[in-house]
């Protein structure tokens, strides 16, 4: 029985957090915050520079070729200091679409830009408010263009590559496309969003070129692998997210002394803390038994991914408001980060998708197991 | 990470299961109990004859000095003796309490006579122990018992009472706190024994539970005398002895038995609402998928402490989590199961209600679940405190003399 990651996989771990501890400070954090810029370009070159661009990318196609359980470790680390970066839409999406489905050329001409930090990519696949289901999709491939609006996308006002969803002519169910974002017929606007760190646009394809990415029609399966994985990933960043925010409250608890003594010795407070912790733990549990199934490529992913994305989802916004809640007044200032987690936590967890309709696919998944 | 046993981790296992193979029932239910299967008398009989068994195979008292009959085992065994044993009919509830907590705080403060008088025929269930503490006004604040001890020459003199005691009505011995200054702070006047049940002066009634069952005595002592050499621990002494017994509850308390989310899920698939099946009701869907995924938690955090305790490691007070987590939820699900029966709901007639009426059951048992070793307030407490490491709650009971202390609402 070994249920926790290697030592060599810590170590990596406390290297992420010492380089982000320097440069996804919360001064650096708040410079994206405050500003029009929409990434923090100096931090996505170091962790280019770091190798952690192409973790999970094999080295044919110049990555490091280390596996998913040492993504994991970095994605927990970049979830703890909420760093502003296109981390999410460019590895655990484009990567690991490309990955599943991308064909050797495909490959070949992205994975080694990606490895490097030279290149951003996003996933467009809403259109509008609501459940983005395969009928909301209205956007039409046919004849190597692709035409239709996507917003919001998580990182399409800066990225270079798209994997799209979209309608092709003579496929009954959606298919996935890929769009050089820098061709022409391709409008990007950015949207605001609650998590200004993270930015986000519209994507208005006229025209513009496109190649499917996996078979014509087959994008409903390939978009439920891609998601799965990318939900493990972005589990292990809310788990970092919500530990940061637990963390915070702590600290500030300790501190704080009201009615003459610290606002920790309040069961009020005490049992506050316990519900965020519990909440943590058992995210990390569920996190945990993903990452094994991701890197083991273990049948029980898909119902393993939803559970850890269901998990980590509730833990990390609980955490992020009870944090509020315990700094009081002052956590609903500008000035103090608690915000920064509250809107993190509320991002990460509508990026892949509601929770509400992850609790649906988990049930599907386990009513389908049990045959 | 992986999910594979140790070569020695195999190969207990081995042995587990072959010994299980050999001297045990399959359970006939997922929810059997061996109190279910023989009531009574005859379940204590049995149970003791199976820890003999047991004893013989080196399959009890895993982690207790070798000695005294123990093996020095790492924790893992106790895990891995519990995950074999699962499937299969095996006592609870009958001597976990004397060789988990009364033994190991014998050891700590017994002299070597006394250990080697009452360890070996607790390990093979010849002798039955009980754990005399809990009072009508003294439970999550235990340090507030009030039974008095008053010394006689070469013994003492008992009186008070004492209550939820598992195991009373059939114990052939006891550890017990007493107060034996009133005029010292509370944590400072307590003297810690242990004692024979068969002594005059004792009186056990049992309790009956909401559930029907009875689980649970009182205790009545009368002027019990017991020998001065059956302390354990200076005189005023008794509150760390009974913090070193506390501390070994952790490793005792075993998970809860009952209804939990799969046989929700499978009830869920099989009941008709008014739209249809359960399964396919959105509201369902959403609660079952939350239940899910506490379960699954617990259960991999579980595997987390295993790891730690693989590596060597003690189990500490983060452990308090599954019961912490478990005991609420097995509630919610009775209580939503019982919605999802409807009117039908109702039903305990084992013969009518689904599963043989474990739902309902369960409605009635799982409060005591939140309550017993430690209510969910005290384990929020202890993991505030000792977990995340924050100051313990402003205290009015620390400094002034116990007979000061305000007992009610005046």
């Known amino acids: ?371 | 990470m992986d999910f594979t046993d140790t070569p020695e981790e195999a190969g207990f296992r081995n042995e587990a299961r072959a010994f299980l193979e050999r001297h045990a029932e399959p359970k006939r239910g997922a929810f059997e109990t061996w109190q279910s299967r023989y009531p009574d008398r005859e379940g204590l009989e049995r149970a003791k004859d199976f820890q003999r068994k047991r004893a013989d195979a080196g399959l009890a008292g895993l982690h207790w000095p070798k000695a005294y009959g123990g093996r020095e085992a790492p924790a893992i065994f106790q895990v891995i003796l519990a995950q074999e044993e699962a499937r299969y009919l095996v006592p609870r509830g009958y001597f976990e309490i004397g060789l988990g907590m009364c033994m190991p705080t014998l050891f700590a403060y017994g002299t070597e006579e006394q250990r080697r008088r009452y360890a070996p025929p607790a390990l093979r269930g010849d002798e039955v122990w009980c754990q005399l503490f809990s009072e009508p006004g003294a439970g999550s604040d235990l340090a507030g018992l009030r039974t008095r001890a008053v010394r006689d020459g070469d013994s003492w003199v008992v009186n008070g009472q004492k209550i939820w005691t598992s195991g009373a009505h059939w114990a052939d011995h006891a550890i017990l706190v007493t107060r034996s200054d009133p005029k010292a702070p509370k944590h400072k006047g307590l003297t810690f024994f242990f004692l024979s049940m068969k002594s005059p002066g004792i009186e056990t009634r049992r309790i009956k539970q909401i559930s029907g069952q009875s689980h649970f005595n009182e205790v009545y002592l009368t002027d019990v005398r017991i020998p001065d050499s059956q302390r354990l621990g200076a005189v005023g002494q008794g509150w760390g002895v009974a913090i070193t017994t506390l501390m070994n509850e952790r490793l005792t308390s075993g998970e809860l038995r009952g209804p939990d989310f799969e046989e929700l899920f499978a009830l869920a698939r099989t009941v008709e609402l008014e739209d249809g099946p359960a399964i396919a009701n959105a509201a369902v869907r959403e609660r079952l998928a939350d239940y899910y995924v506490r379960t699954q938690g617990v259960r991999w955090s579980r595997f987390r402490t295993m790891t730690a305790l693989s590596r060597g490691d003690t189990p500490g007070p983060e452990n308090s989590i599954g019961k912490l987590v478990n005991a609420p939820k097995a509630q919610d699900i009775a209580s939503f199961a019982l919605d999802l029966l409807d009117m039908g709901g109702v039903v305990t007639d084992k013969d009518w209600a689904p599963m043989r009426a474990a739902f309902q059951e369960s409605l009635l048992s799982s409060p005591g679940s939140r309550i017993a070793a430690g209510t969910d307030e005290i384990l929020k407490n202890i993991i505030a405190e000792r977990v995340l490491g924050l100051p313990q709650d402003v205290r009015v009971d620390r400094e002034a003399p116990f007979d000061q202390l305000p007992t009610s609402r005046r």
């Open chain 1, 1 to 371: 029985m070994n249920f926790d990651f290697s030592p060599d996989q810590k170590a990596l771990r406390d290297q992420a957090r010492k380089f982000l501890a320097e440069h996804a400070s919360s001064v650096r954090v708040r410079r994206i915050l405050d500003t029009d810029e929409p990434y923090d370009r100096e931090l996505w070159r170091g962790v280019a520079e770091m190798g952690w661009t192409g973790t999970a990318i094999p080295d044919t196609y110049g990555g490091a070729g280390f596996g998913y359980l040492e993504l994991c470790v970095i994605a927990e680390e970049l979830g703890r200091s909420v760093a502003p970066i296109p981390f999410s839409s460019t590895v655990y999406l484009v990567a690991e679409a490309l990955l599943l489905a991308g064909s050797e050329a495909q490959k070949r001409k992205w994975l080694p830009r990606i490895a490097s930090g030279e290149v951003v990519g996003c996933l467009a696949l809403a259109e509008g408010a609501g459940a983005p289901t395969p009928p909301a999709v209205k956007t039409r491939a046919a004849g190597g263009r692709i035409s239709g609006t996507k917003a919001p996308v998580a990182d399409g006002d800066v990225a270079d590559v798209a994997i799209v969803a979209a309608r092709a002519d003579g496929a009954a169910d959606l298919s996935l496309v890929l769009v050089d974002l820098a061709g022409p017929g391709v409008t990007r606007t950015p949207l605001s969003t609650v998590d200004p760190t993270r930015s986000h646009g519209r994507l208005s394809f006229d025209g513009a070129a496109a190649e499917p990415l996996g078979a014509p029609g087959a994008g409903v399966a390939l978009l439920e692998r891609v998601l799965d994985r990318a939900a493990v990933l972005v589990a292990f960043e809310q788990v970092g997210g919500a530990q940061a925010a637990l963390d915070m409250a702590r600290e500030y608890a300790m501190g704080r002394f009201a009615f003459g003594r610290p606002i920790a010795s309040f069961q009020a407070i005490k049992h506050k803390l316990v519900d965020m912790y519990v909440g943590v733990e058992l995210a990390r549990s569920n996190a945990y038994y993903a990452a094994w199934a991701l890197s083991t490529d273990a049948d029980e992913l898909a119902v393993a991914a939803a559970a850890a994305r269901i998990s980590a989802t509730e833990a990390y916004f609980h955490a992020a408001k009870e944090n509020i809640q315990t700094h009081g007044g002052m956590g609903f200032t500008w000035e103090f980060d608690c915000h920064l987690h509250y809107r993190r936590a509320k991002l990460t967890g509508l990026g892949l998708g509601s929770a509400r309709r992850w609790k649906d696919l988990l049930i599907t998944r386990l009513e389908a197991r049990a045959g």
